[in-house]
């Protein structure tokens, strides 16, 4: 994963896969970053899917993101089963 692998979030699938998201908050740290519970990592990061009923990113525990993530990219493969 590099820099260059984050888009906007206008790219975003809207179609229910999951990605990964990120995204600061208005005083520019990243969002979600005291809330692992709810599916965020303390990084910024959050996995999530877009939820068009709703118009809203959804978190794997069905949790709405806040603030609107701005970057997403692809999950990565999962590794090879020992």
Not at 61 to 68: G, T
Request: charged share 25%; with cysteine; hydrophobic share 30%.
């Amino acid at each position: 994963m590099t820099k260059d692998d984050w888009r906007p979030i206008e790219e975003a699938p809207t179609d229910g896969t999951f990605v990964l998201l990120w995204g600061p908050t208005d005083d520019g740290s990243p969002f979600a970053d005291d809330t692992y519970a709810n599916g965020h990592l303390p990084s910024g990061y959050a996995v999530a899917f877009f939820d068009d009923r709703d118009d809203s990113w959804i978190d794997n525990c069905l949790e709405d993101i806040w603030p609107y993530p701005t970057h997403w990219q692809p999950l990565p493969e999962p590794p090879e089963p020992a």
